[in-house]
């Protein structure tokens, strides 16, 4: 499976694979090839959910998240400030 997500080695948001045996899930950024294991269980797949889920907002936020599509693609935010509540739509 894939997700967008913030890789901590490159600093940049990247297409990060998730590979999983049932017992450890390979995480591995596809922009810098820098990868990381954590146990495949309840947690780690709560934890992919919620990435998954605040990506939604995020990319709101910054569209340039869209321009994530294949494997190797990365952008570098820079991070704006949320903003203000009461003000935008509705
Ligand atoms: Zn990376």
């Not at 596809?30 to 990319?59: D, Q």
């Not at 570098?76 to 509540?85: I, Q």
């Amino acid at each position: 499976m894939q997700i967008k997500d913030l890789c901590t080695s490159c600093d940049c948001w990247t297409i990060t694979t998730i590979e999983n045996d049932s017992t450890t899930a390979t995480f591995t950024c596809t922009h810098c090839k820098n990868s990381f294991e954590m146990p495949w269980n309840t947690e780690t797949r709560t934890i992919i959910r919620s990435i998954r889920h605040s990506l939604k907002k995020r990319t709101k936020k910054y569209p340039e998240l869209q321009e994530l599509k294949f494997a190797g693609d990365f952008v570098k935010l820079e991070e704006r400030p949320d903003p203000k509540p009461g003000t935008g739509c509705k």
